[in-house]
């Protein structure tokens, strides 16, 4: 991971910290202690407001694009601290993807489920 990439690293370590002690006052705690229904509801209305934002133009409109995609990336995380997946694990995922163009495993994968 590169060194612009570290904030990522230590926030999630931060949301790993605030799954096991909940501390009171975080709004991370807020989020958990409401459960995998009100994170997936802040993602999805996240997820539109990034939608929202990815047409605006201008040094503004790609700003704000970036602020939106801020907070989808940390309430991703939350629910991934959440679940108790580290971020090592994602990654090992898409590593594991790498290389494989997605029609390919779409392929792939529908011609698994006409074998079946
Ligand atoms: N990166 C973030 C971060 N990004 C966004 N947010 C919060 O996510 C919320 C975004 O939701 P909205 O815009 O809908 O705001 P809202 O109306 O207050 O939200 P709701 O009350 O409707 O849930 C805001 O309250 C933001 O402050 C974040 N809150 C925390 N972090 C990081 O998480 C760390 C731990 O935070 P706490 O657990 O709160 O101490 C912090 O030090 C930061 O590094």
Same mark, same amino acid.
């Given at each position: !991971?590169?060194?612009?990439? #570290? &904030?990522?690293?230590?926030?999630?370590?931060?949301?790993? %910290?605030?799954?096991?002690?909940? &501390? %009171?006052?975080?709004? =991370?705690?807020?989020? !958990?202690?409401?459960? =995998? @229904?009100?994170? @997936?509801?802040?993602? #999805? %209305?996240?997820?539109? *407001?990034?939608?929202?934002?990815?047409? +605006? &133009?201008?040094?503004? @409109?790609?700003?704000?694009?970036?602020? *939106?995609?801020?907070?989808?990336?940390?309430?991703?995380? $939350?629910? #991934?601290?959440?679940?108790? $997946?580290?971020?090592? +694990? $994602?990654?090992? %995922? #898409? @590593?594991?993807? *790498?290389?494989?163009?997605?029609? $390919?495993?779409?392929?792939?994968?529908?011609?698994?489920?006409?074998?079946?």
């Amino acid at each position: !991971m590169s060194d612009s990439l #570290l &904030p990522l690293r230590r926030l999630m370590q931060t949301l790993t %910290e605030r799954a096991q002690s909940r &501390p %009171e006052g975080s709004y =991370t705690t807020k989020l !958990m202690a409401a459960g =995998t @229904g009100k994170i @997936g509801e802040k993602i #999805l %209305e996240e997820a539109h *407001e990034l939608i929202e934002a990815a047409d +605006e &133009p201008g040094d503004a @409109g790609r700003q704000h694009f970036v602020y *939106e995609a801020g907070d989808l990336i940390y309430h991703t995380l $939350v629910l #991934l601290a959440y679940r108790g $997946v580290d971020l090592d +694990e $994602v990654a090992a %995922e #898409l @590593g594991r993807r *790498e290389g494989t163009s997605g029609l $390919v495993e779409k392929a792939n994968r529908n011609q698994t489920k006409t074998d079946q």
